[in-house]
């Protein structure tokens, strides 16, 4: 089938990009050791949370990042204004800040500033916060803090990023509900690509807030129970939070300046199911766009994808739409094909969903093993997929994965990930 | 240098009501065309701001259908309606299967209305009264989804949040689309909404422009007396094409795309502006650069400055910093006229571009002489070669595009 978005152009000398750091918070800790050593257990961060009063609320879990460590030790010393920061800027910045140390960036690097660029994406940035103060404000009005709503805004967190990194270059923000951090991580790509910037901070930031939950559970999205993608009598999703940044630079220029690849971000698609505000196209056409785009862009074929991090949300409709592109995009290959489904153990994180699944994705191909999730109930006989379920995937030669990202509103993204030709395998 | 992306199609929706003749006509006046904000809901101050750029009611008729305005959230039926415009100015036919178009919409706020009504909703009456079809179309990027549902655009849909830089970032990042391969045409453009509860908001922070020489609100952009700027909504959608693809269907360009960049400024404040202008200044002139060109070869800036107090003094010291002590040419601010919102910066920017006069910008007689700006005074100008986008963000994002006149 002919992709329906036109195959990236891309120039001959279009330099390789490295992925040379990567940091990540959310429902099973803080850091991305936190991160792999749960996902690699198969270990649920979805349960009961206590961000908010959810007594009235429909639902009663998500995989909240744990309060307990927050602030990390050092962070509130670091960072100026910690204390005044909405909870996804202290998430975008600590994941921020893990990634850039993991890339050696600052340390032993000269990147200048002003080529330094932030690709974030987000859905909510301050909401929480937000509706805190709108709880006062809408009662009363000169009750309210007005200083509660100044980093409200969606942009706030990657803009929190670009103050404490001191970068200069482009800062720009995605909010296209839950493909924005893959769409960041792909006009990061594009920018590395280009020359435009030497060194791109690419990821995403979202809080629990009520506005998602709520209004996920007014459209009967939401699982009572943890969420089982792509398996029978799945009935939604569970909600996240956290934020996952990955530093990307040209593959030369990481060699040359002594660090260490963790993986290759081979290629970016992106299309639009143009279908419904919330329901996917059920024929899959416009998700397989994205992912024949994103395999085009890396000049890669489907053969030589090993594996794919799902979108897999567990709503009924999407794991279906989902099945029926992998289908097309690996045809006969795509029932045995291994699904990593993350959100089965981060919860659904939005906006940075697809940052976050890119930094497991990273993670997979940097050990060789790709992570399981919880056999929960029965497979679904109507979308017979290969779900890493209970035990890791060993995977010692595995060359390159697909990461997808389905939005409300029809918005697809596709990552391709490679393992970097010089790592050991 | 790549081939350059041409804009072929302009729509927009404003304060003056819709389409680029009525901003055209409100821009030479150089008169805001401003209207009471309702102030029943008690969110304002006694004493605040009372006035704002709104778009007048009954803009939609002929442009969307009664389905789609039923449906649809304010913003999304902005932009619909702004892309149907577009696509009828560049000559296209609305809702043909197009598998190469992306959309490319930027949003500071959001869906204001339905974001309101959704919190009252579930932190008053309960979280299960909140509404599913207000909370679909609360997302970011609805106006984004709804202009590809109804023209059936299945490439790229990306919502760009970048406060005032982002229709400049939208602008460029379709413009990328384009010249990456990734897209045959591209509507990009910019929408927003300004509700009560917004402006309220605005005003209690003191952002808004509260007393021009009579009293009245009036912004004045880099003026001595600025003290804010006027709230304003709408939305404007450009059709921006390859130029091989105006040739092949027998199309003409209103205007060029010659260059975009960004950069940011990390000495700025989450909601203000900082003093990094130098920083800003190089960033300026590498996008010139992109396009072959240099400070002097630009003819006309279109400033994103709005009358805000600092934000315009750090426009004017980024200006004079990437201008090195050469004098500038001349500068205009439309948002004096169509108030804050960036797609009246977009939609005047093309229109200048495309040879329309820029008109006088409102208390261009009183500039403040320590900014070293030349606002536009409606005096005759030779229609510009190179014109200058310029609009720097609260919290410290800073974008440009460089517009040349259109081929054909």
């Known amino acids: 089938m002919a992709p329906l978005v036109a195959p990236r152009q891309q120039e001959p000398a279009a330099p390789q990009v490295a992925v040379t750091g990567i940091g990540a918070v959310c429902g099973l800790g803080w850091g991305t050791a936190a991160l792999w050593q749960g996902l690699r257990s198969g270990r649920s961060g979805i349960g009961p949370f206590v961000r908010f009063d959810h007594s009235q609320h429909r639902t009663h879990l998500a995989a909240e990042a744990p309060e307990a460590e927050t602030p990390p030790p050092n962070l509130a010393r670091v960072c100026p204004g910690w204390r005044r920061l909405t909870i996804a800027d202290r998430f975008a910045i600590f994941a921020a800040l893990e990634a850039v140390g993991q890339a050696g960036l600052g340390a032993n690097d000269t990147a200048d500033l002003e080529n330094v660029g932030i690709y974030f994406g987000s859905s909510t940035g301050g909401m929480y916060e937000s509706e805190l103060f709108f709880a006062d404000f809408l009662r009363e009005p000169r009750r309210a803090r007005l200083s509660a709503l100044v980093a409200q805004q969606v942009n706030a967190p990657g803009d929190a990023v670009a103050r404490q990194l001191g970068a200069m270059g482009p800062v720009a923000t995605f909010s296209s509900a839950c493909a924005s951090g893959a769409l960041a991580l792909g006009a990061a790509l594009a920018a590395v690509r280009s020359g435009e910037v030497d060194v791109a901070v690419a990821g995403g930031s979202d809080s629990l807030c009520q506005l998602t939950y709520a209004g996920f559970n007014a459209l009967r999205s939401v699982d009572e129970i943890a969420c089982r993608p792509f398996r029978a009598g799945r009935a939604g999703m569970s909600f996240g939070e956290g934020a996952a940044v990955l530093v990307l630079e040209p593959l030369a220029r990481a060699l040359a300046r002594g660090a260490e690849p963790l993986a290759v971000l081979a290629g970016a698609g992106s299309s639009c199911d143009a279908h419904h505000m919330t329901a996917p196209d059920p024929t899959g056409a416009g998700a397989a766009a994205a992912v024949e785009a994103a395999l085009a862009d890396a000049g890669l074929t489907a053969e030589a994808v090993d594996f794919v991090n799902v979108h897999g949300t567990g709503t009924p409709l999407n794991d279906a739409a989902e099945w029926q592109a992998l289908q097309r995009v690996f045809g006969k290959r795509a029932g045995k094909m291994p699904l990593v489904a993350t959100k089965a153990l981060l919860g659904h994180l939005l906006g940075c969903s697809g940052a976050i699944e890119a930094v497991a994705t990273v993670l997979c191909l940097q050990h060789g093993e790709l992570h399981p999730v919880q056999g929960t109930g029965e497979e679904d006989p109507e979308l017979p997929v290969s779900l890493v379920l209970d035990a890791p995937l060993s995977l010692p030669g595995v060359r390159a994965a697909v990461s997808t990202s389905l939005a409300f509103g029809g918005s697809n993204a596709a990552l391709v990930f490679s393992r970097w030709a010089g790592q050991a395998a | ?408």
């Open chain 2, 1 to 408: 240098m790549s081939p350059p992306i041409l804009i072929t199609g302009v729509g927009t929706l404003g304060a003056w009501g819709g389409g680029s003749q009525g901003l055209a006509a409100a821009l030479a006046a150089g008169v805001p065309l401003t209207s009471e904000v309702d102030r029943s809901a008690g969110y304002h101050r006694s004493g605040g701001a009372r006035r704002a750029c709104l778009v007048p009611a009954g803009q939609f008729t002929g442009w969307l259908s009664t389905a789609e305005s039923r449906r649809m959230s304010p913003p999304s039926k902005l932009a619909v309606a702004a892309s149907r415009m577009a696509l009828r100015c560049a000559g296209l036919t609305d809702g043909e299967e197009e598998e190469g178009t992306a959309v490319v919409i930027a949003t500071a706020f959001g869906a204001s209305t339905n974001t309101e009504i959704l919190l009252k909703q579930i932190l008053f009456e309960g979280p299960e009264s909140a509404s599913p079809s207000l909370f679909m179309e609360s997302v970011a990027n609805a106006p984004a989804a709804q202009i590809a549902i109804a023209l059936k655009a299945r490439g790229s849909s990306l919502t760009v949040c970048q406060r005032e830089a982002g229709p400049l970032l939208a602008l460029g990042t379709g413009a990328a689309e384009i010249a990456a391969g990734r897209a045959r045409r591209v509507l990009a453009g910019s929408v927003d909404e300004m509700i009560p509860l917004l402006h309220a908001l605005l005003d209690r922070f003191g952002a808004l422009a509260r007393g021009g020489p009579e009293g009245e609100e009036l912004a004045l952009p880099f003026g001595r007396q600025r003290n804010g700027f006027l709230a304003g909504e709408g939305a404007t959608v450009l059709v921006l094409e390859s130029a091989a693809s105006v040739a092949g269907r027998g199309g003409r360009a209103l205007a060029r795309v010659l260059a975009w960049g960004s950069g940011f400024d990390p000495t700025a404040p989450p909601s203000g502006w900082g003093i990094g202008h130098q920083a800003l200044a190089r960033g300026l002139r590498r996008t010139l650069e992109r396009a072959g060109l240099g400070p002097a070869d630009v003819d006309l800036v279109v400033s994103g400055a709005s009358g805000a107090r600092d934000g315009d003094r750090l426009e004017a010291e980024v200006l004079r910093a990437a201008w090195q002590g050469a004098p500038l040419p001349p500068v205009a601010a439309p948002k004096a006229v169509t108030g804050e919102y960036g797609g009246g910066l977009l939609a005047s920017a093309v229109l200048a571009a495309a040879g329309s006069p820029p008109g006088p910008t409102p208390g261009c007689g009183f500039v403040d002489p320590e900014l070293g700006i030349a606002l536009c005074d409606g005096s005759p100008l030779p229609v510009p070669s190179v014109v200058l986008v310029t609009s720097l963000a609260a919290g410290g994002a800073g974008a440009w595009v460089v517009l040349g006149q259109g081929m054909g």
